[in-house]
């Protein structure tokens, strides 16, 4: 973490990045795009997702979530910093020529080597089954269905913990405390994420949530009524209702949102806790 000298109201409590340990390489460019910014409108052009525009340039890293090549070591070449996620990457020189990114776990270093196949050592960086990995192990990348890559627990610090293998499934501990189970031919990489100190992060000022594509956002009891449910009144008032809801009137504040016939909700054994 750094830590800022109070110049200014806004840089006494504001925090940042030391970026220690990463290499000051450029992106490797066959690896990298333009990225557009939907900036939360849908493919009609109307705002879908509000207070979100902006913001700086970025260029798109492509990340190997399923990392195809078995069985072919790979070196580590640069530990990254990646402006589109939390989480550090790295860039892996495969023996046979090719290159690729990934999400660096914490441990893994500039030099070290990591192979991916359906059994290999529990070393951080290495990516395996899940059927063959032992009770207690901490992983992140982890596919849901065989072959499809990566789709859960990919930001920074975060880890599943593997429980237990019965019949084919294994049990998984979830960042958010769910219990799911999940194929256990499913590939998952070995150790927690890196950048765990990224929840710390105090920005300080708007300037910097402007810079994120973050923009301004509004009090629903600032509003009128016609833009809000909590709007209108003299002065202060109180929202006027007894549930809390959302600038379209919808009910929130607590109630489940998951639809209760996806056929995904038979592998969660424990909803997570509040």
């Given at each position: 973490m750094k830590d800022y000298?109070?110049?200014?109201?806004?840089?006494?409590?504001?925090?940042?990045?030391?970026?220690?340990?990463?290499?000051?390489?450029?992106?490797?460019?066959?690896l990298t795009f333009g990225?557009?910014?939907?900036?939360?409108?849908?493919?009609?052009?109307?705002?879908?997702?509000?207070?979100?525009?902006?913001?700086?340039?970025?260029?798109?890293?492509?990340?190997?979530?399923?990392?195809?090549?078995?069985?072919?070591?790979?070196?580590?070449?640069?530990?990254?910093?990646?402006?589109?996620?939390?989480?550090?990457?790295?860039?892996?020189?495969?023996?046979?020529?090719?290159?690729?990114?990934?999400?660096?776990?914490?441990?893994?270093?500039?030099?070290?080597?990591?192979?991916?196949?359906?059994?290999?050592?529990?070393?951080?960086?290495?990516?395996m089954q899940l059927g063959?990995?032992?009770?207690?192990?901490?992983?992140?990348?982890?596919?849901?269905?065989?072959?499809?890559?990566?789709?859960?627990?990919?930001?920074?610090?975060?880890?599943?913990?593997?429980?237990?293998?019965?019949?084919?499934?294994?049990?998984?501990?979830?960042?958010?405390?769910?219990?799911?189970?999940?194929?256990?031919?499913?590939?998952?990489?070995?150790?927690?994420?890196?950048?765990?100190?990224?929840?710390?992060?105090?920005?300080?000022?708007?300037?910097?949530?402007?810079?994120?594509?973050?923009?301004?956002?509004?009090?629903?009891?600032?509003?009128?009524?016609?833009?809000?449910?909590?709007?209108?009144?003299?002065?202060?008032?109180?929202?006027?209702?007894?549930?809390?809801?959302?600038?379209?009137?919808?009910?929130?504040?607590?109630?489940?949102?998951?639809?209760?016939?996806?056929?995904?909700?038979?592998?969660?054994?424990?909803?997570?806790?509040?």
């Amino acid at each position: 973490m750094k830590d800022y000298k109070p110049t200014t109201p806004s840089r006494r409590h504001m925090q940042g990045y030391d970026f220690t340990g990463l290499t000051t390489n450029a992106p490797l460019k066959a690896l990298t795009f333009g990225l557009h910014k939907p900036v939360g409108r849908n493919n009609q052009g109307r705002v879908t997702s509000m207070h979100r525009g902006g913001g700086v340039k970025r260029l798109y890293r492509m990340i190997d979530f399923k990392q195809t090549l078995r069985d072919v070591p790979a070196k580590v070449a640069a530990l990254e910093y990646d402006p589109n996620r939390t989480a550090r990457i790295a860039l892996l020189h495969y023996a046979n020529g090719a290159k690729a990114y990934i999400l660096a776990p914490q441990g893994l270093a500039a030099g070290d080597t990591v192979i991916t196949a359906p059994s290999t050592p529990v070393r951080p960086g290495n990516r395996m089954q899940l059927g063959n990995m032992p009770q207690g192990t901490l992983v992140h990348n982890i596919e849901l269905h065989p072959g499809r890559g990566g789709q859960i627990v990919r930001s920074a610090g975060s880890a599943a913990t593997v429980l237990a293998h019965d019949a084919g499934l294994t049990q998984l501990v979830l960042p958010s405390s769910e219990t799911r189970l999940v194929n256990s031919l499913c590939f998952a990489s070995i150790g927690q994420l890196s950048n765990a100190e990224h929840a710390l992060i105090w920005l300080g000022k708007a300037g910097r949530s402007r810079k994120l594509g973050r923009r301004p956002k509004v009090r629903g009891t600032a509003k009128n009524p016609v833009d809000h449910p909590y709007g209108g009144g003299e002065g202060r008032q109180g929202r006027g209702t007894r549930r809390p809801k959302t600038m379209h009137g919808k009910t929130t504040g607590g109630h489940k949102t998951r639809n209760k016939k996806k056929k995904s909700g038979k592998f969660i054994m424990r909803r997570r806790t509040k």
